[in-house]
């Protein structure tokens, strides 16, 4: 018998990408202005199209990329060759203005919220195109401040691990900013076909000319089309781009954005595995209100609109909500996986897990931003305390007993930061913990805006806020970040004899 007259699964349905999204068009119809909202409307319906009809079939040309290191008379030439479907996606991103709109401000602070919507809805065709796209929209911010931005094309940031040197060197008319040489290894670097830091010959560089060479392409479990490298820079000519010796601050600015793309692609992923594997809808709901009330803030704040209280919020909630999204999205995923049984695939959706920070790093990072901002925390709840004021009396009644759960939650949040600083157990469950309260509050905000307006969703967005905090995540939380508070300083200890054996600690480590 041939395969052809076997068993044949039916293909999937063909969704499009945002008129069937359950979440999105009520949501961006709450936090965008009617105007701009029906322009996104007709933007994302068109692009859903294009997606299906065009981008959807250049899957099977994307592969992975191959370096050829020699020429066939000995000298190293470092080629890189990307797959065609690469390419193609690459082009594409960039005729659709991925990383321009967000800059144009043609919708002034709700640029951003108009280019990541379009980006939630690119990401399951997109084939991690949205990788390079990301870090070059974080590493173009920067470069606004200099003549550089428009020369930048999509390239791979410097994130972990830099073991790179910059030495100033003397300045020629074709430098765009104080060039300087860097020297060092680059153990990691998506899209190393960028060409960020390779001016000599702008506008066309060959990518790994100006010093770079490329060692070895990553042999990675997905995200297969970006081609990852450990590159190594021998002088390297580059512009410096930030105050000298001010790196990290500088680099640090570049995540926000980075890893608020990356919260917007986890989401955008479970999305296409619900529609595909069914389950985690409640999640997909939480998730996707968490991402963009942080995108709201980060329009704002890029545009000089956002009060104090309003960019200390931003400032908790990016850490967050790319950690919390990546962590939950992906456990959606591997429901949806099941779901399909031999069809489901899991794969690149995985790496938003690690790129752009861990969730143990990022649970760091927002402890320092609350240690470091003392008022950070009293802004974050007066924002709560509003949103918990301002619920319609109706749905208050319908909702009472999980108005009362996320009003005690909330209230112990202030006590669970404090400890954070000093208990090493505690920032990556008081991560979670505080994404979880702020998807509720999120939830929350919407649906109290859907039972005032009337809008058909309002039933849909009273339950999946009751679920969301009945559900048991919020309480499993809570008790994680008591269990991690309890005597954490013999428990630390006991961590590490649980993980390595009890003999001697310090000699495994
Ligand atoms: C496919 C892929 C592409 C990438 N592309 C790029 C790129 O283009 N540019 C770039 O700069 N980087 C890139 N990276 C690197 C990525 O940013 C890092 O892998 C990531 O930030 C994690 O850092 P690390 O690998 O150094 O892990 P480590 O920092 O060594 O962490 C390993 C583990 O230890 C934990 N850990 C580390 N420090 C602490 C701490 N202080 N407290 C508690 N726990 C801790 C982490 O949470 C993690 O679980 C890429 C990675 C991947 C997988």
Redesign the pocket.
């Known amino acids: 018998m041939r395969v052809e007259d076997g068993f044949q699964p039916k293909p999937y349905i063909v969704e499009h990408p945002y008129l069937d999204d359950p979440v999105l068009p009520s949501l961006l119809e709450r936090i965008l202005p009617q105007a701009v909202n029906h322009e996104l409307s007709e933007d994302l319906t068109r692009l859903g199209h294009v997606l299906v009809e065009e981008i959807r079939p250049l899957a099977p040309l994307v592969h992975a990329a191959t370096l050829t290191q020699y020429n066939e008379f000995g000298p190293r030439v470092d080629r890189l060759h990307t797959s065609k479907g690469w390419r193609q996606l690459k082009t594409f991103a960039v005729r659709e203005g991925y990383t321009a709109i967000a800059f144009e401000r043609k919708y002034g602070e709700h640029s951003r919220t108009f280019q990541l919507a379009r980006a939630m809805v690119m990401i399951g065709d997109s084939h991690v195109i949205v990788c390079p796209m990301g870090?070059t929209d974080g590493a173009a911010r920067h470069a606004m401040k200099t003549e550089i931005l428009p020369r930048i094309r999509p390239g791979?940031?410097?994130?972990?691990?830099t073991e790179t040197t910059a030495s100033p060197t003397a300045r020629t008319s074709t430098d765009l900013g104080p060039p300087y040489i860097l020297d060092g290894l680059?153990w990691?670097?998506?899209?190393a076909e960028g060409n960020i830091a390779a001016p000599s010959s702008y506008p066309y560089p060959t990518p790994l000319s100006n010093g770079v060479r490329m060692h070895r392409l990553?042999n990675?479990v997905g995200?297969h089309g970006?081609p990852?490298a450990e590159l190594e820079l021998r002088g390297t000519r580059a512009w410096l781009l930030g105050p000298p010796g001010e790196g990290v601050k500088c680099i640090a600015q570049m995540l926000n954005i980075t890893r608020v793309h990356s919260a917007v692609h986890s989401v955008g992923s479970l999305q296409r595995a619900r529609v595909r594997g069914g389950g985690g809808s409640t999640m997909l709901h939480a998730l996707a209100h968490l991402t963009f009330g942080a995108a709201v803030l980060l329009g704002k704040s890029e545009c000089g609109a956002a009060g104090v209280g309003e960019e200390a919020r931003l400032r908790m909630l990016t850490p967050a909500v790319k950690a919390y999204a990546a962590e939950r999205a992906t456990g959606g995923m591997e429901r949806a996986m099941g779901a399909l049984g031999g069809l489901g695939l899991i794969r690149d959706a995985s790496?938003e897990k690690?790129?752009?920070?861990?969730?143990?790093?990022c649970g760091?990072d927002l402890v320092r931003a609350v240690t470091k901002d003392p008022q950070a925390v009293a802004h974050y709840m007066s924002w709560a305390r509003a949103v918990l004021a301002s619920v319609p009396s109706q749905l208050r009644q319908d909702s009472q007993r999980a108005s009362d759960m996320l009003s005690r939650a909330l209230d112990k949040l202030p006590g669970y930061f404090a400890e954070g600083a000093a208990n090493p157990l505690l920032p990556c469950v008081v991560l979670n913990y505080f994404a979880i309260v702020s998807c509720a509050l999120y939830l929350l905000e919407h649906a109290s805006w859907s039972h005032t307006s009337c809008k058909p969703t309002r039933a849909v967005d009273a339950e999946a806020f009751r679920r969301w905090v009945e559900g048991g995540d919020l309480a499993k939380a809570e008790g994680e970040v008591e269990f991690a508070r309890a005597d954490f300083r013999a428990r630390a200890e006991m961590n590490f004899r649980l993980a390595f054996g009890a003999s001697e600690v310090s000699a495994k480590l």
């Open positions: 870090m791979g940031s410097d994130v972990s691990l680059k990691f670097s998506s899209a990553k990675k995200t970006v990852t790496v690690i790129w752009e920070g861990t969730i143990n790093i760091l």
